[in-house]
């Protein structure tokens, strides 16, 4: 049901849930046009802020031929999930990808996750 206030609702581009800003949105002209949870935009989720906040970027495997490419960059909304995610130190991330990730967010084809989950063992076995 529709009314003239509504609470808004940003997606996390990392985990794709819906959560409450806890603030309240008004139809200036009192129309009823918004749902009573009504998503207004893209926003790291209050988990995946502390963990940017951390100094971690979010590598969000994506697969490349169900995603869709703009410009040879691809938006959130655009982003067909694996469902796999990693988090990795932004100076690793530097070290590791040959380039400064800015972003708490970067999406990555598929094996990459898999590549620095194998990268870790080998650091931890020993090796």
Not at 90 to 95: G, L, S
């Amino acid at each position: 049901m529709k009314s003239h206030v509504g609470m808004e609702q940003k997606v996390c581009p990392v985990c794709g849930q819906a959560f409450d800003t806890g603030a309240i949105l008004l139809d200036k002209r009192l129309r009823n046009s918004l749902e009573r949870k009504t998503v207004t935009g893209w926003d790291l989720c209050p988990e995946h802020a502390k963990l940017w906040e951390k100094g971690y970027i979010a590598l969000v495997e994506c697969d490349p031929e169900k995603s869709k490419f703009t410009g040879g960059t691809i938006k959130p909304e655009d982003a067909y999930r694996t469902g796999r995610i990693a988090h990795i130190r932004k100076a690793a991330a530097k070290r590791i990808f040959n380039v400064e990730m800015t972003s708490p967010v970067a999406f990555v084809e598929p094996g990459v996750v898999d590549m620095l989950e194998k990268m870790q063992e080998g650091e931890t076995s020993g090796d």
